[in-house]
């Protein structure tokens, strides 16, 4: 499923939401003392106000002494090692690499890192859970554990699509803790954060679930179009460090890998994020049985709906996934089914889709081969198609743009036409332009040169380089010219809306965009 690149993401003004694991502690940090309050005074509360609290705050006492000792501190560390710079076709005479290498300002060297991050026994025999990040670039691996033994460790397997590891310690007897249910907890519902955050080994944070299925702009912390964004967000405190450690609820069961915060400083700002742990305990067996994640998938990129998306189904909610385009010269199992970008997806096997992450709930329960029922609705009309899950390729890179390409030399002297109803202003691909990009035939079309801010597209519906190749809805036709634009958009007056495919040079990706006109 599609995922923009970026490794942190802007939330409102200022807070930016992070992976938090991985940090090394040093120099510990400052700790300011607080004087003493002065006693209150009048009378003490009633004893059954008491005894509620009490009992409130022995719940909490059990479930952390029944959960700690099951969580692990770990130590990651990586040894220097240099960065591979691409020398842009330089050629350097035989044996005069280390004598040029000197004068070369790209030549760089990662320095050694140590950071630590948290995670949490699942068998006795050594297994444990984590995050990808807190282990993905580590050399050396060590676990502390509550009774102070310390432990190397290995990696089993890691899955960067869903930000979780299994790593393995020698040894038995190793206390657990055990998976609840996270489709059946809550929102409002106290849970609790095990972990090291900040080198505070052990700590126990409490909070509520604040909200379930968060997706959306959180899909930017991972590279794989093949991610699966699906966040428990929760208010107990999360800091650098927690990453790996288990959310527990009441029962003192898992129902969350804590992975992620929102915050603008780095620390806790009042917004956690886990991976719930129905998805985590799938590619944990995964990993280990196989080695690597099988995930079934429709292969189609995906995205939640904007009420302009559900105008143009003909939904009178917003409700569902907005199908996207496949990928360029193949045929995805979905689009071989009868599946067409625009089209949005309402249920999956009589369940209901609300969102992407219902959908990727929905999907991963199911292997690579199996078959699946998909109603969608396209522009007012309800179809229904089966088709047969295919396996998600291993993690790749998406492919760059060149970043010189800003024109062409045979379209220097064309003037961008303006589209005031859509807020951009397009000219058509050249042949230069389009060699550029590596962008087929398929996708030549008209480019983006400009977005205007106060615009229908302003919000970020369009980039620049983004190139329309068709028109979906109304009057479906390809898009080549100037003109083919006008005549799709010409009789459409303010509040209808325009339903555009659209080709990103950069990620090499088709998107839908409903545009409404005029606003």
Do not use: C
Request: glycine fraction near 10%; charged fraction near 20%.
């Amino acid at each position: 499923m599609a995922s923009p690149i970026s490794t942190r993401l802007t939330v409102g003004v200022a807070a930016i939401v992070a992976f938090i694991g991985g940090l090394t502690v040093a120099g510990g940090f400052n700790l300011t003392p607080f004087g003493y309050a002065q006693q209150a005074g009048g009378a003490k509360p009633p004893q059954a106000a008491v005894q509620q609290v009490t009992e409130a705050s022995n719940a909490f006492v059990a479930i952390a002494e029944h959960v700690t000792p099951a969580v692990v501190s770990i130590q990651m560390e990586r040894q220097a090692r240099p960065v591979k710079v691409p020398r842009g076709g330089q050629q350097i005479p035989p044996g005069m690499e280390d004598f040029f290498k000197q004068f070369d300002p790209r030549q760089q060297q990662q320095q050694p890192m140590e950071g630590s991050g948290s995670g949490f026994l699942v068998t006795q025999d050594g297994f444990i859970l984590t995050n990808n990040h807190v282990v993905a670039e580590a050399d050396r691996l060590t676990v502390t554990l509550l009774d102070k033994r310390v432990f190397k460790a290995k990696v089993i397997g890691r899955d960067p699509t869903t930000d979780i590891a299994v790593i393995k310690i020698d040894g038995t007897g190793f206390p657990t803790i055990g998976f609840g249910d996270d489709d059946k907890s809550r929102v409002g519902e106290w849970v609790l954060a095990v972990g090291n955050p900040l080198g505070l080994d052990f700590t126990v944070t409490a909070g509520i679930i604040s909200a379930k299925g968060r997706s959306g702009q959180l899909r930017n912390l991972y590279q794989s179009q093949y991610a699966i964004v699906d966040y428990i967000q929760t208010d107990a405190a999360i800091n650098p460090g927690n990453s790996g450690g288990p959310l527990v609820n009441s029962h003192g069961d898992v129902i969350g890998v804590n992975s992620a915060i929102a915050s603008g400083t780095g620390y806790y700002s009042g917004y956690g994020f886990a991976i719930p742990i129905s998805l985590a305990k799938t590619v944990m067996n995964d990993l280990i049985q196989y080695g690597r994640v099988r995930r079934a998938i429709l292969g189609v990129s995906i995205s939640d709906l904007r009420p302009e998306d559900a105008q143009a189904a003909g939904l009178k909610d917003i409700r569902g996934a907005l199908v996207g385009g496949g990928t360029p010269g193949q045929q995805s199992p979905a689009e071989q089914a009868g599946i067409q970008a625009g089209d949005v997806i309402v249920a999956i096997d009589g369940a209901s889709v609300d969102r992407v992450a219902q959908l990727q709930r929905i999907v991963r329960v199911h292997k690579p081969g199996e078959t699946v029922s998909v109603d969608v609705m396209r522009y007012g009309q309800k179809h229904s198609y089966k088709v047969k899950l295919a396996e998600a390729p291993a993690e790749s890179q998406v492919a760059s743009a060149d970043d010189e390409d800003s024109g062409s030399t045979d379209s220097a002297t064309t003037k961008p036409a303006a589209y005031d109803k859509l807020g951009i202003s397009v000219e058509p691909m050249t042949t230069d332009r389009a060699s550029r990009a590596e962008v087929s035939d398929a996708q030549r079309g008209l480019v983006v040169m400009s977005v205007d801010a106060l615009g229908p597209s302003y919000q970020k519906l369009f980039a620049e380089s983004d190139v329309i190749v068709r028109v979906l809805n109304p009057m479906p036709h390809a898009i080549r010219t100037v003109s083919d634009l006008d005549t799709s958009i010409s009789k459409l007056k303010s509040g209808d809306v325009v339903s555009l495919l659209v080709y990103n040079t950069q990620q090499k990706q088709s998107r839908v965009v409903n545009l409404r006109i005029g606003g």
